[in-house]
């Protein structure tokens, strides 16, 4: 594909660039390798893709998904060929890093509980009540706050279970993120950051962890990237109140309403907020999920590979990326992420 072969070459300049495309193409018989990491939340998505791609480019993809604060710590110590992170990294810690970021997709995060008697998609929540839950002001699903944002449905006196990331996360910064963008108690008493210390409920390693621990635990919440809350997953989600003070379900469409008002040109390395935005149907806890690759990779040939495959998911992948309830870029920031991969030969 001409396009993906001309963005890979601009990675590289001398003599050696023949002979490093010819690696990241790769041949019929031997197709070429890289390694990722980090990113639960995009874990799906890049699987798809790796899936979808492999034929046209000859690129085989292992990626772990070990939550963003491995996959920022790997990438660093160059010992994968790019990381995901939903929690951008610092300007400061890229440069040092020596590393570039861009966005792959922008997706959600849903709320999972387990309440008994309650339909999926029937219970009401806001983000000032999911921070008093885990700040452990609010113990019990009959709580008066609760009660007052769900006129006529039966709330049992159970007690409330949190359930949270044990790992460092992308989704827990974006979680995190957002409550505390909604309360200024969270903001204060825990903020927001990839791991932080929790004031109630129970640790779960990865998404899984957190989406078994919820469906196991009567009582149960949790926060679970919105690719993991299908109904294969038999996870009943939440209402969430949006920033115009509606209540808006998780779907493709709140998540797209919410992603229409990112200012990617006034975010410094495509770090833009999406929580808690204005407008008609958005849905309040939305990221974009990053990729993180060296500006001097250890393997140049496999540099080259990493920009040939999400240059192919660009061009190809956003058909895939809507079934799994992610929200492709814009044809236009696409256009600026080109730009930037272009700079890493400068």
């Known amino acids: 594909m001409t396009p993906s072969l001309s963005h890979a070459a601009t990675l590289l300049r001398g003599a050696a660039v023949s002979a490093v495309l010819a690696a990241a193409v790769g041949t019929p018989a031997h197709a070429q390798a890289i390694t990722g990491a980090g990113s639960t939340f995009a874990a799906p998505i890049y699987g798809a893709w790796a899936d979808a791609s492999k034929a046209a480019t000859r690129i085989t993809l292992n990626y772990q998904g070990n939550g963003s604060g491995a996959g920022q710590k790997m990438v660093t110590q160059r010992t994968v060929d790019f990381g995901g992170s939903d929690a951008p990294m610092a300007h400061d810690k890229l440069a040092a890093a020596k590393l570039l970021q861009f966005p792959a997709v922008m997706g959600a995060v849903d709320i999972a509980v387990n309440v008994p008697g309650v339909a999926d998609g029937r219970l009401r929540l806001d983000g000032p009540t999911i921070a008093d839950i885990y700040l452990g002001t609010i113990t019990a699903w009959n709580d008066p706050a609760i009660v007052k944002l769900n006129p006529g449905v039966k709330l049992p006196g159970l007690a409330i279970a949190p359930v949270y990331r044990a790992d460092g996360s992308g989704t827990t910064y974006v ?172």
């Open 175 to 346: 979680f995190t993120s957002y409550l505390s963008k909604v309360s200024p108690d969270f903001k204060s008493k825990v903020g927001a950051d990839k791991a932080v210390s929790w004031p109630a409920g129970t640790g779960a390693k990865g998404t899984a962890g957190v989406a078994g621990a919820v469906k196991n635990t009567l009582g149960g919440i949790g926060y679970v990237e919105s690719a993991y809350a299908t109904p294969e997953n038999h996870l009943a989600t939440t209402q969430l109140r949006d920033h115009d003070g509606a209540f808006v379900r998780p779907s493709l469409a709140s998540f797209a309403a919410a992603a229409a008002h990112a200012d990617w040109a006034g975010a410094k390395d495509f770090a833009v907020d999406l929580n808690d935005q204005p407008g008609a149907n958005a849905w309040p806890i939305v990221s974009a999920t990053f990729v993180l690759v060296p500006t001097n990779p250890a393997d140049p040939a496999k540099g080259a590979a990493v920009i040939k495959f999400f240059d192919w998911a660009f061009s190809n992948g956003d058909a895939t990326a809507k079934s799994l309830q992610y929200v492709a870029l814009p044809a236009s920031v696409k256009t600026q992420v080109r730009a930037a991969w272009n700079s890493l030969a400068k």
